[in-house]
């Protein structure tokens, strides 16, 4: 069963603890991406990667960090330094060159308190 | 940098009523993909368009491109309760690695 996948579906943490989101694919995409949502607004970049080893920050990408050590993973660490942690985050994968469709994990809704 | 807007932001509609969303961009697009997202939901993508003044449609949902790629439309006809939910457009720029998302349109259906 392809797709992408998410873990976990809810996260709770205390305030100062850096957090890990998990993301796979198995659709064999190039490049993956992370979003932030809060409620009832837009999809705002965080981070993205077109290749393994290489990713570039997005138009939010202060306290948060990301990895691409692999094609299939690409795991987003939520620092003590992002103020507002809070959110649903959504990781999404495409094709790459010439395919910009985007397919959309399950999300992870993260609560710090 | 490139910036995406949507119009309405929310849209409460009669079932059988129709609904349209408008995206603008500031720079010409090479394509632009269309989004559903449902309540509690995660973004489901719908459709691309890559051609100047391309139309598709799937059902009763009609997509447009406009001519000079800058802007698109998506109108559904005789809306249903089904359709609720928040509909986004993302627009990609030549050579750039990402796609801009509009902020989307939530669309409500009163049956």
């Known amino acids: 069963d392809g797709g992408i996948t998410q873990s976990p579906k809810y996260l709770f943490r205390k305030e100062g603890q850096n957090v890990t989101l998990s993301c796979e694919q198995n659709?064999?995409?190039?490049?993956m991406y992370w979003y932030r949502q809060d409620p009832g607004q837009g999809l705002r970049l965080i981070y993205y990667?077109?290749?393994?080893?290489?990713?570039q920050k997005g138009d939010i990408a202060e306290g948060y960090s990301v990895s691409r050590e692999k094609k299939e993973s690409f795991p987003l660490t939520v620092t003590s330094a992002q103020k507002n942690p809070t959110a649903f985050y959504l990781c999404?994968?495409?094709?790459?060159?010439?395919?910009?469709?985007?397919?959309f994990g399950p999300g992870t809704r993260l609560t710090v308190t | 940098g490139q910036q995406v807007m949507q119009i309405p932001q929310y849209q409460h509609v009669q079932e059988g009523e129709d609904f349209t969303t408008y995206c603008n961009s500031s720079t010409t697009l090479s394509n632009i993909q269309w989004y559903k997202q449902r309540p509690g939901g995660h973004p489901v993508f719908l459709i691309q368009l890559v051609k100047s003044g391309e139309v598709k449609k799937q059902k009763r949902l009609t997509f447009q491109f406009g001519e000079a790629k800058k802007n698109s439309s998506l109108h559904i006809t005789a809306t249903q309760t089904t359709d609720v939910g928040t509909y986004f457009c993302a627009g990609h720029v030549t050579n750039a690695g990402k796609s801009t998302f509009g902020d989307g349109t939530t669309l409500t259906v009163k049956p």
């Open positions: 999404a994968s495409s094709a790459g060159t010439y395919s910009y469709e985007q397919y």
């Open positions: 659709l064999n995409h190039d490049a």
């Open positions: 990667s077109q290749i393994v080893n290489d990713f």
